[in-house]
C-alpha cells in the first residue's frame, strides 16, 4: 500500500504548489489508498472491485467536484472523442452525455433545460432510453437516438443518486437551432434599422455575418440590433471576427487568466477592416446568453460600442482543455477564465445589461416560437405576430434616444 501512496504522491508534486502544504498531500493520498483497499477486501459485489474501475470511478466524482464544466472522461469517453467527431452534449435535452464500463449516464445538466427542470442529477446512470437497455450500443448510436425533433418526448429510466430505485422520466425535446445567422433583415416600418440574430458561434458564422451587414448596409441601414438570446456560444476565434467588424482594427478583446492571476496573450480583432462600421448598436442578451454571447456584448459595452439590453447572462466565462491522462482515459478540466477588456470575468455573474427588461414566462414561449418560426402550425404563428418583443422594443428606443 505505501509504495502505491508514494507513487500517487509524486505524480500530484509535478504540478503547482497546491493551495495547501505540500506535506498534505501524503496522508490524503494515504487515506484514499487505505478506502481503496478496504473497498476491494470487503465488498461483496467481487465484479465491481477492478482497480481501474474503482480509481476512475473516484476520478469522476473528484472532478464533478470542481466545477461543472470539468469532468472525468472515462476511456469508452475518451476513445469515442479521440477523432473530436463527437459532441457528448444533448442540446435539445440539456444534458451531456457521459460513458463508462457499465453504460451511459448524465455527466452533467444544463442550469436551463429540460433536463434540470426534471431534476435530473449529474451521475445518474441511464438504464434505458424507451424499453431499449443502452449498454451494448456504440456511442454515436447513442447520441443519434437521443437526437430528436422539437415537441418530440424520450423516456428514460435512470438510477439517480438520491433515489434507491430507478425511476423513470418522459423529457420534452426543445428547439436547437442549426444555422448560426438565424435571421438578418431590416425593421419595420423605417427600414432603416437592421436585426440581426445569431444563434450560435459556429464556424464561418463572422463571414455570414459580414455578408448580410454588407447586404443591409446597401439596403439603407443606419442602426444595428444584434440578438444573442438563447445563444449558447461557440467558437472563440469567430467571436473575435465579428467584434472585428464592429470595433477598429487590433483592438484588444479579449485576455485569459489562469493559475496565480497569470494573464495570457490578448486576442485582437483583425489587423484589417473591409468596411468601417460605426452606426448606433444595441446587443440583445438574456439568462441563456453563454460564453461567446456573453463576450461579445461585455466587450461591446467595455469599449463604449454598443448598449446591452436584456437580462443578466448566464455566466459561463471559463476555458476547457481536453487532456489525455493515462490508461486511455482524458480529463476536460478548467485552466482559465475568459476577460473583457476591461478586466472582468462573465464567470459566475454574467454580464449586466445597461438597460434591464423583466421577461415574462409568455415572452419566453414566444422566443422560442421565434425560433422555430419556419416549422409554426398556425395558431403558433397567429400567437407569434401578436407578441410585442419587449427586449426588442426597448433597444429600438435606446437607439432613437441617441444610443
Known amino acids: 500500500m505505501r509504495t502505491t501512496a508514494c507513487w500517487l504522491l509524486t505524480c500530484a508534486v509535478t504540478a503547482a504548489t497546491p493551495p495547501d502544504p505540500e506535506e498534505a498531500a501524503y496522508p490524503a493520498i494515504e487515506r484514499f489508498v487505505e478506502v481503496l483497499e478496504t473497498v476491494r477486501k470487503r465488498h461483496p459485489d467481487a465484479g465491481k ?35 473530436g467527431e463527437l459532441d457528448p452534449h444533448v442540446p435539445s435535452l440539456g444534458f451531456t452525455l457521459g460513458l463508462r464500463d457499465d453504460g451511459p449516464y448524465i455527466s452533467a445538466v444544463d442550469t436551463h433545460g429540460p433536463a434540470a ?19 451494448a450500443l456504440p456511442f454515436p448510436e447513442l447520441l443519434k437516438r437521443l437526437d430528436r425533433s422539437p415537441g418530440e418526448t424520450t423516456r428514460l429510466t435512470l438510477k439517480s443518486p438520491d433515489t ?31 436585426y440581426v440574430r445569431l444563434a450560435k458561434f459556429d464556424a464561418g458564422c463572422a463571414r455570414e455575418m459580414e455578408a448580410a451587414l454588407d447586404e443591409l448596409e446597401d439596403q439603407g441601414m443606419k442602426s444595428l440590433v444584434l440578438d444573442l438570446r438563447g445563444n449558447p456560444g461557440g467558437q472563440l476565434d469567430e467571436t473575435v471576427r465579428i467584434l472585428g467588424l464592429f470595433l477598429p482594427p487590433n483592438t484588444a478583446v479579449v485576455t485569459t487568466q489562469g493559475r496565480d492571476g497569470q494573464m495570457g496573450e490578448p486576442m485582437k480583432t483583425p489587423d484589417r477592416q ?7 448598436m444595441a446587443v440583445l442578451i438574456d439568462r441563456l446568453s453563454a460564453s461567446a454571447a456573453e ?27 481536453i487532456l489525455p491522462m493515462g490508461g486511455g482515459t482524458a480529463l476536460r478540466l ?13 464567470h459566475g455573474t454574467g ?22 418560426r419556419e416549422s409554426l402550425t398556425p395558431d403558433e404563428a397567429k400567437k407569434l405576430a401578436a407578441w410585442k418583443d419587449p427586449a426588442l422594443e426597448a433597444a429600438l428606443k435606446t437607439l432613437a434616444a441617441g444610443n
Open 295 to 321: 463576450l461579445t456584448p461585455g466587450a461591446l459595452q467595455d469599449l463604449k460600442r454598443a448598449k446591452i439590453v436584456g437580462e443578466t447572462s448566464f455566466g459561463k466565462g471559463s476555458v476547457q482543455n
Open 164 to 194: 434507491p430505485k430507478p425511476t423513470e422520466v418522459s423529457l420534452t425535446h426543445v428547439v436547437v437551432e442549426r444555422r448560426s445567422l438565424a435571421d438578418a433583415r431590416l425593421l419595420e416600418p423605417s427600414k432603416t434599422t437592421g
Open 274 to 280: 473591409r468596411r468601417k462600421r460605426d452606426y448606433p
Open 117 to 135: 427542470a426534471a431534476g435530473l442529477l449529474p451521475g445518474s446512470p441511464i438504464l434505458k432510453i424507451g424499453d431499449l437497455s443502452p449498454v
Open 49 to 83: 472491485l477492478a482497480y481501474d474501475r474503482l480509481v476512475n470511478h473516484a476520478l469522476e466524482g473528484m472532478l464533478s467536484s470542481l466545477d461543472s464544466h470539468s469532468s472525468f472522461l472515462h476511456p469508452e469517453m475518451a476513445a469515442a472523442m479521440k477523432t
Open 334 to 346: 478548467t485552466i482559465a477564465t475568459y476577460h473583457t477588456p476591461s478586466g472582468r470575468t462573465p
Open 351 to 372: 454580464i449586466t445589461p445597461d438597460v434591464a427588461i423583466p421577461v415574462s414566462g409568455d415572452d419566453r414561449a414566444n422566443f422560442e416560437l421565434l425560433r422555430r
